[in-house]
T-cell receptor, first 112, second 115 residues
Framework: KQEVTQIPAALSVPEGENLVLNCSFT??????LQWFRQDPGKGLTSLLL?????REQTSGRLNASLDKSSGRSTLYIAASQPGDSATYLC???????????FGGGTRVLVKP | ETGVTQSPTHLIKTRGQQVTLRCSSQ?????VSWYQQALGQGPQFIFQ???????GRGNFPPRFSGLQFPNYSSELNVNALELDDSALYLC??????????????FGPGTRLLVL
């Protein structure tokens, strides 16, 4: 059974600092890995999707890496801003149909 | 805005009642997945529908059921509500085809409170 873990559960950084969010998964036979952002009481916004054959994806200040052999993904957010404050969730897609197994999330606070 | 809409936004029910939640997929998407997110936790996969057929189910009892319609909109039905069913219910739509999977786009969710 696939299990996804995100550590730490919460993180507080001053504005301008780079953010490093970690995600680990137990079964390397994944279809893809996706990072999401969730604001309080809201739905999920997709940030980056990494196919199983890829090693990383980049979008603006965001960069996500994937190491299937070690069961890890890292999301980097450069030069954090207060607007980056949110909960970040990683999810692995298993099998065709991309059924997602989520981690518990990392709650990020960027202080001005 | 993802183009995925859900209704209602909030709902209060009492234990034992039944509830129907609705989801309208993004245009062109043929797959819808439903997730339950308890407070402070990550979403849990309930089930997925592809072209009106159930295409996988998570660890949820049969009182959780669903439908997908020809226009690819979807319903989630929960019978005999329990207090633990209180959660944010999210639907996500995507385009599944041979080859690479496209990103799943989530709706804003329906917050269900069972008293």
């Amino acid at each position: 059974k696939q299990e996804v873990t995100q550590i730490p559960a919460a993180l507080s950084v001053p504005e301008g600092e780079n953010l490093v969010l970690n995600c680990s998964f137990t079964d390397s036979a994944i279809y893809n890995l996706q990072w999401f952002r969730q604001d309080p009481g809201k739905g999920l916004t997709s940030l980056l999707l990494i196919q199983s054959s890829q090693r990383e994806q980049t979008s603006g200040r965001l960069n996500a890496s994937l190491d299937k052999s070690s069961g890890r993904s890292t999301l980097y957010i450069a030069a954090s801003q207060p607007g980056d404050s949110a909960t970040y969730l990683c999810a692995v897609g298993v099998a065709a149909g991309n059924k997602l197994t989520f981690g518990g999330g990392t709650r990020v606070l960027v202080k001005p | 805005e993802t183009g995925v809409t859900q209704s209602p936004t909030h709902l209060i029910k009492t234990r034992g009642q039944q509830v129907t939640l609705r989801c309208s997929s993004q245009s062109g998407h043929n797959t819808v997945s439903w997730y339950q997110q308890a407070l402070g936790q990550g979403p849990q996969f309930i089930f997925q529908y592809y072209r009106e057929e159930e295409n996988g189910r998570g660890n949820f009892p049969p009182r959780f059921s669903g439908l997908q319609f020809p226009n690819y909109s979807s319903e989630l039905n929960v019978n005999a509500l329990e207090l633990d069913d209180s959660a944010l219910y999210l639907c996500a739509s995507s385009l599944e085809a041979s080859g690479r999977t496209k990103t799943q786009y989530f709706g804003p969710g329906t917050r269900l409170l069972v008293l």
